[in-house]
């Protein structure tokens, strides 16, 4: 939570500025946008649920790629914007044991993660806008386990919030390139098996911090 808190004031601190007294927004900023992502991605238990031993890292790293499409409005000096983005990530993390009574090989890798939302920004000047965004998003863990000779193949569904802050900056007419930081957390999962069972919704404490570049188009 700390993480959400603290993109929040970096995000208001911003927008407060007396160099974001703008009268308009640059219309090139406004209407329908697309743009591809890549970036870090990084996934761990939440406050609730971490070890707290030092130097035990139980972060999953992996490099984040997907895409996203928005819509931009202007109103007065502000903007406000609703968008959607599916990406996926190559996090994976693996664990050898030697008990041959429990699963001896277990594997997590990130999955597919939605996000919807909305973000709200103002100019710093006619090229730059800085803006903040939060809303919903759902990812899969996909977990892996065997112990030689029966493996099992399952999926963890979770269901979270988001908040962020970025910067974008329009590059001529109809294309812009952007950075941002987000940050995660999943409150709800359920377990998904391959034959399509699924268990009930139970309570989980995951964070997720994300630091995102994007290059776009505007129509």
Request: glycine fraction near 14%.
């Amino acid at each position: 939570m700390r993480y959400a808190i603290a993109a929040a004031l970096v995000a208001s601190t911003a927008f407060t500025a007396p160099a974001l007294a703008q009268d308009q927004v640059n219309p090139v900023f406004t209407g329908p946008r697309i743009a591809v992502l890549g970036g870090y991605d990084g996934i761990r238990p939440g406050s609730s649920e971490d070890s707290d031993v030092e130097g035990d890292d139980q972060t999953v790293d992996g490099f984040l790629y997907g895409g996203e499409i928005g819509y931009d409005f202007a109103f007065g000096g502000a903007l406000v914007g609703v968008e959607a983005e599916l990406t996926d990530s190559t996090g994976k993390v693996e664990t050898n044991r030697v008990n041959p009574n429990t699963f001896g090989f277990g594997e997590v890798s990130t999955g597919r993660d939605i996000y919807v939302g909305a973000r709200v920004g103002a100019l710093v000047d006619p090229s730059t806008l800085v803006y903040a965004k939060g809303g919903y998003t759902n990812t899969r863990l996909n977990v892996l386990a065997g112990d030689g000779e029966t493996e099992l193949d399952t999926n963890f569904n979770l269901d979270g919030w988001r908040l962020g802050a970025g910067v974008e900056r329009a590059i001529g007419t109809n294309t812009f390139a952007k950075l941002e930081y987000r940050y995660s957390n999943y409150e709800q999962a359920r377990l998904e098996y391959p034959d399509g069972a699924t268990t009930g919704r139970f309570d989980v404490d995951t964070d997720r911090h994300q630091v995102v570049a994007g290059v776009g188009l505007r129509f």
